[in-house]
Nanobody
Framework: QVQLVESGGGLVQAGDSLRLSCAAS????????MGWFRRAPGKEREFVAA????????DYANSVKGRFTISRDNAKNTVYLQMNSLKPEDTAVYYC????????????????WGQGTQVTVSS
């Protein structure tokens, strides 16, 4: 069993930065790709970013490319999402999830999910 707990969300202004963390307990994440997803009000959950098990491979949604950076510290069993130049359209609940070996954009490829952390960006 794996428990994922996100933190770091909050209310910020457009142009600000936030760093989200996803801490895992129960089992090590080092053998798995990890992903971040988000769900905005009234919208479907969407892929944000993914990182390979060793951290050498990353993938981003076009909407966040160049502004967000995903990283991981396997020694701490933690994954991060650095979000810069935030926009009001980034407002959503952000979730981290455990994937498989490959970098995947589909949420169906992820088996364990955190409870989410709210990010609100005001204009």
């Amino acid at each position: 069993q794996v428990q994922l707990v996100e933190s770091g969300g909050g209310l910020v202004q457009a142009g600000d930065s936030l760093r989200l963390s996803c801490a895992a307990s129960g089992r090590t994440l080092s053998s798995y790709a990890m992903g971040w997803f988000r769900r905005a009000p009234g919208k479907e959950r969407e892929f944000v970013a993914a990182i390979s098990s060793g951290g050498g491979g990353v993938d981003y949604a076009n909407s966040v490319k160049g502004r967000f950076t995903i990283s991981r510290d396997n020694a701490k069993n933690t994954v991060y999402l650095q979000m810069n130049s935030l926009k009001p359209e980034d407002t959503a609940v952000y979730y981290c999830a455990r994937g498989t070996y490959w970098l995947e954009k589909s949420s169906s490829k992820y088996d364990y999910w955190g409870q989410g952390t709210q990010v609100t960006v005001s204009s």
